[in-house]
């Protein structure tokens, strides 16, 4: 794993709220759906039993996978940074692009239905659809 996840304060919350539901809800409703299948007789042959451990592991991977990410998050605040440069967490404004605007994020906050930005200078930048890396002209970096 790395050594730390940068992301913003808003990705910093959406990782804990998935967690909390996770741990409060996912893993309660997970835990009486094997109840129920145990229920339903000889294990070695319900499937319903079998979905659910395997629903099991994976929330349980997802579980620590985030715990990690949360102890080795370091959370920029984009609002304290400036310059004429794109850096993570700003947001900017392109000309002939279908977005207002997009916001340069981490891996883990990344909708590929939305923006992606790297590290460029004012001008020219190359920004990412859901398809394709496209060029388009940078106005302004807020």
Known sequence: MADKYPMTPAGHA?????LWKLKNVDRIANSRAIEVARGHGDLSENADYSAAKEEQGLIEARIRELEAKLTLAEVIDPTK??????????TVTIDGSPFDNASSVSADEFDPNETNNTDKDAGLQLFADAEQWKRFKLLEID
């Open 14 to 18: 959406t990782m804990k709220a998935q």
């Open 81 to 90: 940074l400036s310059g004429s440069r794109v850096k993570f967490g700003a």
